[in-house]
């Protein structure tokens, strides 16, 4: 090679790699499969084009019951906006006539001069929106550039739910419908609330007044407490419901009631008003299980709690009760699915509340033993897969975690992703397994930073685990997706944990 042409050569190389990096940067790739979405979607192809939407681009909507939904595409993208017009850029409708697709399935087919998002039922579009909102890249350049292709969509298990703990450390209602739109961004459907347990009573009862002036005044560490007014709890259940969510409100029984026992003397056996707690042990408390009064006060709380809660699940706990004697747990238990019963609500309860004669319709949800939850099994019972070493949130990722628990196992980022709910109990057979859920216990979690170091980014895992198909999930291509979401982390100020097994400079291939 004479001087010009190596020089030629070299410039051609410099050249040519400029032009790889600008593109890289500039353009999004133009096949949809290249996507960086979780949970990943059932079915995902791409055409190989580019559909450009406006900043101002038009939502139509088929339905009624889709202004919602429509709204809150809006509020997450200020710009958008209804339209009557058949030609609108964005199509909402319920005619997608799948019958897979269940209610909270979807199918969108992006073309490149519209997006047509259709499902059975309105949960099944603001899911879909939630996978739209993945594919719109953050930054603020128009228009928005989005590879064409077709997504077809549903969910593995009807259950997908995440746990907040209010009682060991309060959260207020602004930070817990923080927590909704984390979980609703990943489609789960559930929020649980433990609205009760030794440090703490975060649920205005209007006929049992001093669960709050006295029951809620403290938690862990001493602080001041607090707790939800009715009006208040259902404004989280409002603003849960507009995002698919149910609200599981779950009042622990019999144990884990220090903070009702201190607050009324006759649901302790000996009479005596019990002592506020701050601590963090468990499995000392227990309601006096042969006191009629204590199935009055049961009566109560329930009466009103199913009264404000539209969804069909009342949470009964019912686990560690180490202080109460075994047959009166399982005749409290008994009473207790009685009084669920009668307000029209399906218990739900710990996997402890499987030695109770339970009935078939009632929902046990796994956490420690296996045994319990195969006798429920074979009682025909759904079974919710929280399994401690796999599921808590708040378990160290390692030994170096500023805050958490390690009493069941650390849970690294890989750990969490890297399970199969079918493989967790080989007694309870698929067609049980109801959905998943990922707890939060809150005992070294004070503050929303808290919450958002330990749950970001295992939540992510949490919600492909109970969407997407187990043969399709995969560590090395998951790990890649979730490196992506960091970008919408830090857009919406969420403070996560840095985990060391994922390659979080490998950005958005999408953006
Ligand atoms: C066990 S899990 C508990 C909770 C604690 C948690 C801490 C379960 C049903 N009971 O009371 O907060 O461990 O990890």
Redesign the pocket.
Known sequence: MNLESKYAYVLGLVLGALLLVTSCETKPPTNLADHTLIPHPVEIAGTGDRFQLARAATIQIADASLQGPAEYLIKAQPGMKLTTDQKADIVLSLDANDEQLGEEGYVMNISDDQILLSANHSGGVFHGLQTLLQLIPLSDERPIEIPTGTIRDYPRYAYRGSML?VS?HFFGVEDVKRYIDFIAAYKFNVLHLHLT?DQGWRIEIKSKPALTAIGASTEVGGGAGGFYTQEQYQDIVQYAADRFITIVPEIDLPG?TQAALASYPELNCDGKVGELYTGTK?GFSTLCTDNEATYEFVDAVVKELAAITPGPFIHIGG??SHATEKEDFIYFINRAQKIVSKYGKTMMG?DEIAQGEIEKESVVQQ??SAGNASKAAENGNRIILSP?KLA?M??KYDSTSRIG?D??ALIEVDQAYNWDPDSVNATVPSELIYGIEA?L?T?TVENMEDIEYLVFPRLLGYAEIGWSPQSIRNWETYRVRLAAQALRFESEGIDFYRSPVVDWEKKDSIN
């Open positions: 703990d060991r347990d884990h468990v686990d560690e710990w956490w420690n401690a808590y708040d378990m628990y009493w069941a707890p216990w005992e």
